[in-house]
């Protein structure tokens, strides 16, 4: 059950961090910035995958141990096999991942322009701001009997 559990980790974990690597609004003041050849090579999926997947194998498969494909976490293999293996999923869910984040905003849009205008709230029926009502006693005109 744990080498099935390694084998989604590892390709969604990748994908997550191309997305923040690359193109997450979040990080944009840092990617941003960086000079052309280092952001075409994060912005490669495979290129910057290979390192992702034995990134996340290092830290990941050595600390907690986790078996990759019957490979020990803690094989010196291990982080090479998932770098190897991350050249390919890493685009993939990577392009699925993007495509998902248009189509959603894709939908916002829609239903922004299919929204109907609310009609306009009415006026407040109160003094103003900043001022207070004074407070009466309640006036009573019935008849004590």
Not at 31 to 41: D, E, K, M, V
Not at 120 to 132: E, K, S, T
């Amino acid at each position: 059950m744990q080498e099935i559990t390694t084998i989604v980790v590892y390709p969604l974990l990748c994908a997550a961090l191309y997305y923040l690597g690359a193109w997450a609004t979040i990080t944009a003041p840092i990617h941003t910035r960086f000079p052309g050849w280092l952001r075409s090579f994060v912005e490669c999926a495979a290129c910057s995958g290979f390192w992702y997947g034995g990134l996340a194998a290092i830290l990941i498969g050595r600390l907690l141990g986790l078996p990759f494909i019957g490979l020990d976490g803690v094989h010196w293999a291990t982080p090479v096999i998932v770098g190897v293996c991350s050249i390919f999923w890493t685009p993939i869910l990577g392009a699925r991942l993007l495509w998902g984040m248009v189509q959603v905003s894709k939908a916002i849009d829609v239903l922004q322009e299919e929204a109907p205008e609310l009609p306009p709230l009415p006026a407040p029926n109160n003094p103003g701001p900043g001022r207070v009502l004074p407070l009466r006693p309640p006036t009573d005109t019935s008849e004590p009997s």
